[in-house]
């Protein structure tokens, strides 16, 4: 059984003392506000969810994870 592999990136938002993240690879998009977990057809759409509630990209914590 083959699977593919993708690497993985995770981008942090700050809103205030509040983080929440979005977890992507390229093909599924998943943001992360403390325990609510929501999933997004594009990475668009979940930076445009967390922008709505006020979150700001906060570029110090990007992460690469393989």
Same mark, same amino acid.
């Given at each position: 059984?083959? /699977?593919?592999?993708?690497?993985?990136?995770?981008?942090? %938002?700050?809103?205030?003392?509040?983080?929440?993240?979005i977890?992507t690879?390229?093909? /599924?998009?998943?943001?992360?506000?403390?325990?609510?977990?929501?999933?997004?057809?594009?990475?668009?759409?979940?930076?445009?969810?967390?922008e709505?509630?006020?979150?700001?990209?906060?570029?110090?914590? %990007?992460? %690469?994870? /393989?």
């Amino acid at each position: 059984m083959s /699977r593919d592999i993708h690497p993985t990136e995770v981008l942090a %938002f700050r809103r205030g003392e509040n983080i929440a993240t979005i977890a992507t690879d390229g093909k /599924r998009h998943v943001t992360q506000e403390l325990e609510l977990l929501k999933e997004h057809g594009t990475l668009l759409k979940a930076i445009a969810y967390l922008e709505a509630k006020g979150y700001e990209i906060d570029i110090d914590n %990007f992460r %690469f994870i /393989r």
